[in-house]
């Protein structure tokens, strides 16, 4: 049995002259340039989300929610309504349409 049979992987590697290399580090910055804003963004943002995962959990679940002031809603700390129908009655004459509690439209 010959070298190249008894270990096929390797004789391929050397024939085709291949070195095993990180993905990020096999192609130089500048040859594939991201051709857009829109591709710089993504790449942005895609090192962003690898830079929050290495934050610890704690520190994900408290910056990873946005508390918004909601007009009405927050208001008051609560609210009883009789039937299903005062409720939605209240919601379409109180709150905003961009809450989204508007019956919607046929």
């Known amino acids: 049995m010959s070298e190249r049979e008894a270990n096929p992987d390797q ?9 095993r290399v990180a ?11 991201l051709r857009t804003p829109e591709d710089r963004g993504w790449a942005e943002f895609r090192d962003q989300c690898r830079r929050q995962m290495q934050r610890p959990l704690e520190l994900r679940i408290k910056y ?5 002031y ?4 927050d208001d008051s700390s609560w609210r009883a309504f009789k039937s299903m129908a005062e409720y939605r009655e209240w919601c379409a004459s109180h709150l905003p349409d961009y809450l989204g509690f508007k019956p919607a439209k046929r």
């Not at 990873?64 to 918004?68: D, I, K, L, S, V």
């Open 11 to 19: 004789s391929k590697a050397a024939t085709l002259n291949e070195a």
């Open 64 to 68: 990873g929610f946005c508390r918004m």
């Open 23 to 33: 993905y990020h580090t096999a192609v130089p910055e500048g040859v594939y340039p």
């Open 70 to 73: 909601k007009p009405v809603l």
